[in-house]
């Protein structure tokens, strides 16, 4: 166990993501077959040790909330610390309205001051990885940072550094600056847009911007403080998915396929823990035909399935064909449907005969409770 509330930041841009997070947080979006993304983000903590977890909410969170419930999957329903849904004040005259994640901070001060804990670990749910936070944590404590910022190390030549923030690293892996949202990275260091600091010191950076009317904590927090705080960096060299957009999300989706990334994001450091849910093993029956896919429990598959992610309840009825797409929970795909690099949302039915193809680059998606 180690010293430090998990703080979950929420305030994550749904620009790019609008079609699947329409009725939802990019928080709650659907992934791998049976998760949330926040799953990934808080069993991190949980398995890092970190038994107090808050989550600063924005908007939308209905389907969050009922996917979390107490916390239990996590280990997290506990009479002393435990899961704590953090919410804006809605009206405040020491606060105005739309200061972005800062006002969400701001209005919980009281719980981050109260925790019996010194230290914070503040994360977003976007970076979807496996990571254990306590090498970075005790680095932190044996350099005496005052804030160390997790990040990884691309390639800028192969890999997606679009709607991302770059830090620049010295040799002796201190933060002397930092782009946000670049069109051309000059260096090839991605944050995780995750810290680790003194609950205090937060407490006083957040108070302080919010004073002078800042809204957003990278630039106001983060980058504002460079010149006079110590802000190390530490590197995390596991499997990194970056959900920012409809075609990152798909294609780190098919990235599942592939067994090495598999085994990396759900056992690297720990189990990746979701909602429990009791239902039977899925059903293949005569004519299925099943490559390359991940089949959540309680499907029941007739047709051929290839290079696909089903995610719990999905019918593929007889005579069906679905390659290189997402079908999520409830999806009712019936007898002669084609589908091909398709997005299919929560509860979304396919009638009979219809055929439905997108590119690999640009997938077609069909919005949650669709009937096509």
């Known amino acids: 166990m180690i010293n430090a509330i998990g703080l979950i930041n929420l305030n994550e841009s749904e620009e790019f993501l609008r079609e699947i997070t329409r009725h939802r947080p990019v928080a709650a979006i659907p992934f791998g077959g049976r998760y949330r993304l926040i799953d990934f983000v808080l069993s991190n903590m949980v398995n890092s040790g970190i038994r107090n977890v808050?989550?600063?909410?924005?908007?939308?969170f209905r389907s969050l909330k009922d996917h979390?419930?107490?916390g239990k999957e996590w280990d997290l329903d506990r009479k002393r610390d435990g899961l704590f849904i953090l919410v804006p004040a809605l009206a405040s005259s020491a606060l105005p309205l739309g200061l972005g994640d800062l006002e969400t901070m701001y209005s919980n001060l009281d719980f981050i001051s109260k925790s019996r804990q010194k230290?914070?670990?503040?994360?977003?749910?976007?970076m979807v990885c496996n990571i254990d936070y306590r090498p970075a944590f005790n680095a932190h404590l044996e350099r005496g940072s005052d804030i160390t910022v997790l990040y990884k190390e691309l390639d800028p030549g192969r890999d997606d550094f679009s709607r991302s923030t770059v830090l620049d690293i010295d040799?002796?892996?201190?933060?002397?600056?930092?782009a946000i949202n670049p069109v051309r990275p000059e260096s090839p260091y991605l944050s995780l847009a995750t810290y680790i600091l003194a609950k205090d010191?937060?407490?006083?950076?957040?108070d302080a911007a919010v004073s002078r009317g800042a809204s957003d904590f990278v630039r106001d927090v983060i980058l504002s403080n460079l010149g006079r705080l110590t802000v190390h960096a530490f590197p995390y060299t596991g499997y990194l998915a970056r959900i920012h957009s409809i075609q990152s999300y798909y294609r780190c989706s098919m990235d599942l396929l592939k067994p090495e990334v598999w085994q990396d994001l759900y056992f690297?450091?720990?189990?990746?823990?979701?909602?429990?849910?009791?239902?039977?093993?899925?059903r293949y029956k005569e004519a299925a035909r099943v490559a390359n896919s991940l089949v959540a429990s309680g499907c029941v598959i007739e047709g051929q399935v290839e290079n696909s992610i089903l995610f719990r309840a999905v019918r593929i009825k007889k005579g069906a064909c679905v390659k290189n797409s997402i079908v999520m929970q409830k999806g009712d795909i019936e007898e002669d449907v084609r589908l091909e690099n398709v997005i299919c949302d929560k509860d979304v039915r396919i009638t009979q005969g219809r055929s439905l193809k997108g590119e690999p680059n640009y997938p077609l998606v069909i919005e949650k409770g669709t009937v096509i």
């Open 171 to 178: 040799a002796d892996g201190r933060v002397r600056g930092l």
């Open 119 to 126: 230290y914070v670990i503040l994360a977003g749910s976007s």
């Open 54 to 60: 808050g989550i600063l909410i924005q908007n939308k």
């Open 201 to 206: 010191m937060l407490a006083d950076l957040v």
């Open 268 to 282: 690297r450091s720990g189990f990746i823990y979701t909602k429990a849910k009791d239902e039977a093993p899925a």
């Open 68 to 70: 979390l419930r107490a």
